[in-house]
């Protein structure tokens, strides 16, 4: 900081040493030693919280293969029909007796469904608020001691087991988190009245175990220390390629790490550098869009300037071109319908459209009457009898018939006078 500032006065400079060398963190980062070192003690602290983590996933993804290696090896021995199954294991790979993996399994389900239970009360925001956590704490532990009391006054005319499995369900409410699992973190969350607690204990009762438990345990971490080995040697193989005669009595597995680490560190700093060529990319793809963008302004200015002001003017022209012969067409056509008018309405011919018009008036007037008769006797005759017009129908079809016969009649008597002049013939 000293040598940046050299033109800064000498009290200024020796200020700004003595606060460097005694309250600022001597890596330069211009924060406060107590900042710096609680920053170095939770980064150690978060390494090897990382660490155990990481162990305890790898010993449980172990548990989980184990467990399904086993299932498939039952699955197996049942299509097959095969009926010494204790001496079909080993061919499969399996190394213990079926009940250290089916109390594995149980034992598993029941961790997962008890860490279930222990999950920390989240809101839809996805931050965890300390005020809500307490208040369904307590409204879940209340609610957990009544519901156990109401349980044991209601088991106890039935059955002294049943009062003493609520019972002992309420005590383990009743505490303030599972003490039996200490290191787990989070409100215990109760889906009717059940805890981790009370998981485990009904669980383990209701399925106990024939062997010792140091034997069980003995079991399985023998088996997923061997499993891990293995995995741990297959990943040796795969890394080094090339060992030096001079560490060749060194084991694979010892620079195993010291691989990995570098081949981290590789990846790490290729991700680096590609990340760094996204965002050289985004800064010449947002430089680019601007270019883009003035390039597209100034073709907009062009075109609206230039070309379609000149289009503009062009069609404005039309316009007013075509409106005043409009007006133009219509006024022919007014000065054709007043000389239509003049020719039509002469002094000669206007006498005589004046009788035209009078006879014309006169034959309407007559027509009018005779309709207005027709209607009226048409009325009369529907208001004398309802089926009027059916009987002008008949009375119609009468008559044409009588006419076709009279035409008839007379045909016959027309051929019958000119039938003695061939008989005389």
């Not at 009762?205 to 220390?225: F, G, K």
């Not at 293995?230 to 790490?257: E, M, N, T, W, Y």
């Not at 003035?294 to 316009?319: F, N, P, T």
């Not at 007013?320 to 020719?343: F, G």
Request: with cysteine; hydrophobic share 35%.
């Amino acid at each position: 900081m000293v040598k940046g500032g050299q033109n800064l006065p000498a009290d200024v400079i020796q200020v700004i040493d003595q606060l460097e060398r005694h309250c600022l963190s001597p890596d330069g980062s211009l924060i406060s030693k107590s900042a710096y070192y609680d920053l170095q003690l939770a980064r150690e602290e978060m390494s090897r919280e990382r660490l155990r983590y990481l162990e305890a996933m790898a010993i449980y993804c172990e548990a989980i293969a184990m467990v399904e290696e086993y299932q498939q090896a039952v699955s197996v021995a049942n299509l097959g029909g095969i009926r010494d199954i204790q001496g079909f294991y080993p061919q499969l790979g399996l190394k213990n007796s079926p009940q250290v993996y089916e109390t594995l399994e149980h034992r598993l389900v029941v961790a997962e469904a008890a860490q279930r239970l222990r999950l920390p009360l989240i809101s839809k925001d996805g931050e965890i608020h300390e005020e809500e956590i307490e208040k369904w704490s307590i409204m879940s532990r209340s609610s957990l001691d009544s519901t156990s009391t109401s349980l044991t006054i209601s088991s106890s005319s039935n059955s002294l087991n049943y009062a003493n499995s609520a019972a002992t369900s309420g005590a383990a409410a009743n505490n303030t988190g599972d003490s039996g699992e200490p290191g787990v973190g989070g409100v215990p969350n109760r889906f009717l009245g059940i805890t981790p607690a009370y998981l485990w204990q009904t669980q383990l009762q209701r399925v106990p175990l024939s062997m010792d438990m140091a034997d069980y345990q003995l079991t399985l971490s023998r088996e997923i220390d061997a499993r891990l080995k293995s995995k741990c040697d297959k990943l040796a193989d795969a890394f080094v390629d090339d060992i030096d005669s001079s560490s060749g009595s060194q084991s694979s597995s010892s620079r195993l790490p010291e691989r990995v680490k570098l081949i981290i560190e590789e990846i790490e700093r290729e991700e680096a550098a590609l990340r760094e060529d996204l965002y050289s990319a985004d800064r010449k793809f947002a430089e680019y869009y601007n270019v883009l963008e003035q390039i597209l302004g100034v073709l907009i200015k062009l075109v609206k300037d230039l070309k379609l002001q000149h289009q503009h003017q062009y069609d404005e022209l039309q316009k007013t071109w075509l409106c005043k012969r409009c007006e133009t067409m219509s006024a022919k056509l007014r000065v054709l319908e007043h000389v239509l008018l003049l020719e039509t309405y002469t002094q000669e011919s206007i006498p005589a459209l004046h009788k035209i018009r009078k006879y014309l008036v006169e034959a309407t007037e007559e027509a009018s009457a005779a309709y207005n008769k027709a209607v009226t006797r048409l009325r009369e005759y529907q208001g004398v009898d309802p089926h009027f017009d059916t009987i002008a129908r008949q009375y119609h079809d009468v008559v044409k018939k009588l006419e076709n016969m009279q035409w008839t009649i007379h045909q016959v008597e027309m051929d019958l006078k000119r039938l003695p002049d061939h008989v005389s013939s």
